[in-house]
């Protein structure tokens, strides 16, 4: 199968059902590049996250602590495959590391939806930086959920929980370098780590250029142009210009106006 036959079993594999599974993108040594880049960024955040719980920690915003993450961020496999599921150049929105000790909790089930609260789909592109097995908290996805589009949850602390039933949940294993692209829509959640070894994954989260996120400010590290990768910081993005993205946040518009007034 050609290289653009490739990519396009595995864009129609991902709209089915809503993931899809990148064997040995990063080699053992990029492997542990990463790693030793996100500990460096995260000694540079400048709070802890508040997802942390107990032994399952949280770095977020490692990109903007390290120009060593940007060459992951624009290698070509990941950004062929995103903006052939965008539809479009894309930017990140986002970046989390997890990282699940021994001990660490579930992680329920959820949509990433609800807890950023955007009307978008983005992309999660997660990087497997060790094995991931069952026992030490790996993913588990229910295939198809992210055609049903945004769900209720219930807030639990600072996490958040779908109460709803689901329906023949997949895991998928995943070696370190393996990536597992999946929708922002689609119900997943990990298992404790009943294991004696941490369990650590770096998730990089690719949004369309024509959307946007009113709760971040620029600049915005926008990754391709014309399809291609080019690690760009802009002030700021066509979504955040354009009439749409006011409409779909009226209460992000009222606070913005009300800013503009006190500002005269």
């Keep these: 199968m050609s290289d653009a036959g490739a990519l396009a079993a595995r864009v129609a594999e991902f709209r089915a059902r809503g993931f899809v599974v990148l064997p040995g993108v990063l080699s053992a040594e990029e492997v542990r590049a990463a790693i030793a880049a996100i500990v460096d960024a995260g000694r540079r955040l400048p709070a802890a996250s508040p997802l942390t719980r107990g032994a399952m920690e949280f770095y977020s915003n490692c990109f903007r602590h390290s120009p060593a993450l940007h060459a992951l961020v624009a290698r070509r496999e990941l950004t062929d495959l995103v903006t052939a599921l965008a539809d ?3 930017w ?6 997890v990282a699940k000790g021994p001990g660490a909790p579930e992680f329920p089930w959820h949509q990433d939806n609800a807890y950023n609260s955007l009307k978008d789909e983005h992309f999660q592109v997660w990087v497997a930086l060790s094995a991931m097995t069952p026992e030490n908290g790996g993913v588990w996805f229910a295939p198809g959920s992210h055609l049903r589009g945004r769900l209720a ?3 639990e602390g600072t996490h958040y929980r779908y109460t709803g039933e689901v329906e023949a949940p997949v895991f998928v294993a995943a070696q370190p370098g ?3 692209c999946f929708s922002s829509l689609l119900l997943h959640k990990t298992d404790p780590n ?10 990089l989260e690719y949004m369309r250029q024509r959307d946007f996120d009113p709760a971040l400010d620029p600049p915005y590290l926008c990754v391709t142009r014309d399809r291609a990768p080019s690690l760009e910081w802009r002030a700021w993005t066509p979504g955040r210009r354009a009439l749409r993205g006011w409409l779909q946040y009226p209460r992000w518009r009222a606070e913005r106006l009300v800013k503009r007034l006190r500002g005269r």
Excluded: N
Excluded at 92 to 97: N, S, Y
Excluded at 194 to 203: E, L, P, Q
């Design 194 to 203: 009943t294991t004696d070894a941490a369990r650590w994954a770096y998730v």
């Design 92 to 97: 990140l929105r986002w970046d989390q590391c």
């Design 178 to 180: 393996d990536v597992v």
């Design 88 to 90: 479009d150049d894309v």
């Design 153 to 155: 949850h219930i807030r």
